[in-house]
């Protein structure tokens, strides 16, 4: 199975950085080197919405909304995947989680909040 785990949320003020991450401790590493993984994100009273997705090969793809304050990132060799956000701002507050499709299903990761204060 393919069981994601986020962490590095929190709370910073407006202008600050965080840096979250997304393990993937029960897959075999060659699975997981293959797996395009997403960072999602949900603000309270809206629609979950895409932020950013990398490749197996390292292809990435933003959100305009975050285009070049965001970076995704993977390190293989540990499976996982980053998400380093800059110049944050109140509209980034959300729930952030992570997501992969394998073994013929969708898995989410239990996701990890962020607050970012005006």
């Known amino acids: 199975q393919a069981q994601l785990v986020e962490s590095g949320g929190g709370l910073v003020p407006e202008g600050g950085s965080l840096r979250l991450s997304c393990a993937a401790p029960?897959?075999?590493?060659?699975?997981?080197?293959?797996?395009?993984i997403n960072w999602y994100r949900q603000a309270p009273g809206k629609q979950r919405e895409s932020v950013a997705s990398?490749?197996?090969?390292?292809?990435?793809n933003y959100a305009d909304v975050v285009k070049g304050r965001f970076t995704i990132s993977r390190d293989n060799s540990r499976k996982r995947v980053y998400l380093q956000m800059n110049s944050l701002k109140p509209d980034d507050t959300g729930v952030y989680y992570c997501?992969?499709?394998?073994?013929?299903?969708?898995?989410w990761g239990q996701g990890t909040q962020v607050t970012v204060s005006s």
């Open positions: 029960r897959m075999i590493t060659s699975e997981f080197n293959t797996k395009t």
């Open positions: 990398i490749t197996g090969g390292r292809l990435t």
């Open positions: 997501h992969l499709n394998a073994y013929g299903s969708e898995y």
